[in-house]
């Protein structure tokens, strides 16, 4: 039946927090607009003036539709080619979400959504919800269509295996500029010692490329093993030129709220490098080049002021 303006608006009140949840659970603000509007075609056909509650409804509906994407792109990641990881968001993005709370903020840190992806779709879902939206166990119980206290036993699970990460320390912006610059002056200055500095012992880093972007297969452990690459990542040579394209612009900001290191080049992000720093330094570097998954990030860079680069014609 057709929609009235009413119903239309009730829906499009609903859009931010709808995307915020669906791209917590895909880790992919692409599929993530593609669930809220699938949601939104199944709201078109509900015969609304019939659902009592529909914020509830809508979850349900997104929730779910999340759950069988999630199942169907394990079986996808199994083929992928390389290292798989989220698609990040640059400061500022909606679809980043509620960040009131210190859980509202770590739900959807690089580090947190890198650890999700080992969970269940289940106890992804539960997490997502409970930690980052603050359903309670009644209600996400109704959304899954589980018991209380299976939802219950499920977030306890899901919250146990992301305590099991290192942890991470909470950065503003300015502080993860200053962050940002210690390192590029670390990368930069030809030497590993101050990079390994910088770097946890068992310090990794993890890049994705997608298969179209040259990216290694397997990360690099150790802090050694990282520093020693980073110091090549970052030394000039017209061989990386020709790979890229030119030479990009090296931005300071946060994606995901993790310090953030953007290369841009002719106005494109062309990659994004998430710092998970803990109290002992930083422990990993996440390293996103998949065109795919940098289109986002593009558009949103386009549309907001970002300052001056930190490092120009880095390569």
Same mark, same amino acid.
């Given at each position: 039946m057709a929609l009235t303006m009413t119903d239309v608006d009730r829906f499009e009140a609903s859009r931010p927090r709808l995307e915020a949840i669906a791209y917590r659970l895909l880790g992919s603000a692409s599929e993530a607009e593609d669930a809220v509007q699938e949601t939104f075609l199944r709201w078109q056909a509900a015969d609304v003036d019939h659902i009592e509650v529909p914020e509830a409804w809508l979850t349900k509906v997104l929730t779910n539709l999340c759950l069988n994407q999630l199942t169907s792109a394990r079986a996808r990641r199994e083929t992928y080619v390389g290292q798989w990881l989220p698609e990040p968001l640059l400061a500022g993005d909606p679809m980043l979400g509620p960040a009131d709370t210190v859980e509202q903020r770590e739900s959807v840190s690089y580090a947190v959504m890198a650890v999700l992806e080992r969970l269940s779709p289940n106890e992804r879902a539960v997490y997502v919800l409970r930690e980052a939206f603050a359903y309670s166990h009644r209600?996400? +119980?109704?959304? &899954?269509?589980? =018991?209380?206290? $299976?939802s219950q036993q499920i977030h306890h699970r899901a @919250? @146990?295996?992301? $305590?099991?990460? @290192? +942890?991470?320390?909470?950065?503003? %912006?300015? $502080? +993860?500029? %200053?962050?940002?610059?210690?390192? &590029? +002056? $670390?990368? =930069?200055s030809g030497r590993t010692e101050p990079l390994v500095r910088l770097l946890t012992q068992d310090a990794v880093s993890i890049g994705d490329g997608g298969g179209k972007v040259p990216a290694r297969t397997r990360p690099f452990e150790g802090a050694l093993a990282v520093a020693t690459f980073m110091r090549g990542l970052f030394k000039p040579g017209k061989a990386k030129q020709a790979l890229v394209g030119g030479s990009p612009q090296i931005y300071a900001t946060t994606a995901n709220g993790d310090p953030a290191l953007v290369a841009v080049l002719d106005g494109r992000v062309i990659g994004v490098t998430c710092l998970e720093v803990t109290p002992e330094g930083i422990a990993a570097l996440r390293s996103q080049a998949n065109p795919d998954k940098l289109e986002r990030a593009t558009r949103h860079w386009a549309a907001t002021d970002h300052g001056e680069p930190l490092l120009d014609a880095a390569f």
């Open positions: 209600e996400i +119980a109704g959304i &899954l269509d589980i =018991t209380e206290a $299976a @919250k @146990k295996h992301v $305590a099991d990460g @290192k +942890a991470r320390i909470e950065i503003d %912006r300015a $502080a +993860a500029r %200053r962050i940002i610059e210690e390192f &590029l +002056a $670390a990368a =930069t």
